[in-house]
């Protein structure tokens, strides 16, 4: 097979349109399993309009990238994790649980179709999106008999949109809530993201990038920005913290997120799960003890906060600019994907093998 990219890439390709040229698809019924499988061209797909997962949305999702490394390799970051954590949305949407070795080699053969032409550019990935969907023709409410998994890929570069450490500005949203205890807030599930658009859109509307949530009972307490974990650095007597607020079963169990976690603590930093208040936010910030804010996720990577607008009166994070601990843990987390850094343990699943090996 041709292993080749859409097209050349030529500076920043954004993010969620470059995509690449083929895919890969497994079906499933309560008889045959999983079965079905195959590589084939990124396509249309035809649907009955009385697809159930169109209706009542039974669908999953999955986000994660392979990197070139500085050797020649192309490798991607943790998928058993993202396996595992499709398996749980799964779960959750009374859907069937796809095999984590099938998950991972229908990773493999697609980065090693429309992979190997990944540039050698740090700033450059291939975001892989897995896709699980509810396929049965019927209105009835109740979980589909057939599913189907896909995954296809896109070339990705900034988030928002540069290659730089830009600090984003951010909304408090007050007025919407994202998750709620007992429902899916801690599952990559579509009914999760199209509800959190109207908030979006508000942020836009006050000049902001992203929205932060808050928890659905008091509207009080820091959970994620927009679909990333939140961290906030914290300077104390004995040095720095690198705190982010704990799993409560609202917030996605973010892969970046437990990378950071490990890396931070690499790097010397108290690392502390906690709850913080929008309150005790600005209040500190106003203090001088939270320094640095900054956001997380795989498409995002690491994002600084710089400024923060909320009903109750806005603030600045630190002097608005991305602070040294941000940039440190960037660093090695970029560092950490590209294989720069030693591997912490199995996190890069090699699929393109180092030049002249």
């Not at 999955?62 to 943790?78: C, M, N, Q």
């Not at 450059?124 to 699980?132: E, K, T």
Request: glycine share 10%; proline share 7%.
């Amino acid at each position: 097979m041709t292993t080749q990219l859409s097209s050349p890439v030529t500076g920043n390709p954004g993010h969620g349109d470059a995509f690449t040229d083929h895919m890969v698809s497994l079906s499933w019924n309560a008889v045959d399993g999983w079965h079905d499988r195959r590589v084939g061209p990124l396509e249309p797909l035809p649907l009955h309009p009385a697809t159930i997962g169109l209706h009542y949305a039974q669908v999953i999702f999955e986000g994660l990238k392979a990197h070139r490394g500085p050797d020649g390799s192309v490798s991607v970051f943790r998928p058993d994790r993202n396996a595992l954590r499709f398996q749980s949305s799964a779960r959750r949407l009374a859907m069937p649980e796809l095999p984590v070795e099938d998950f991972l080699s229908a990773v493999d053969d697609l980065v090693l179709i429309d992979g190997a032409g990944l540039p050698d550019d740090p700033s450059i990935s291939l975001y892989l999106r897995p896709l699980m969907f509810a396929t049965d023709p019927n209105l009835m409410l109740r979980p589909s008999d057939e599913y189907r998994f896909l995954l296809m890929a896109f070339v990705a570069g900034g988030f928002f949109g540069d290659q730089e450490l830009t600090p984003v500005s951010v909304l408090v949203s007050r007025e919407h809530s994202r998750a709620v205890l007992g429902g899916t807030g801690d599952v990559k599930c579509a009914a999760n993201y199209g509800p959190s658009f109207v908030a979006q859109n508000l942020a836009r509307q006050a000049g902001c990038q992203q929205v932060v949530w808050l928890d659905a009972a008091e509207h009080r307490w820091v959970e994620e920005m927009g679909g990333m974990n939140l961290f906030f650095v914290r300077r104390t007597a004995s040095g720095t913290e690198v705190v982010t607020p704990g799993l409560t079963g609202t917030l996605l169990p973010g892969v970046t997120r437990e990378s950071l976690l490990v890396l931070a603590d690499r790097l010397g930093h108290t690392v502390r799960e906690e709850r913080i208040s929008v309150d005790q936010w600005r209040e500190e910030c106003a203090a001088g003890l939270i320094t640095e804010v900054f956001a997380c996720g795989t498409a995002a990577v690491v994002t600084p906060v710089g400024t923060v607008k909320d009903r109750d009166g806005d603030w600045v994070v630190g002097d608005g600019t991305a602070g040294p601990v941000t940039r440190e843990l960037r660093q090695a987390l970029v560092d950490t994907q590209r294989g720069v850094l030693p591997d912490p343990g199995g996190w890069r699943r090699v699929v393109v093998p180092a030049s002249g090996s």
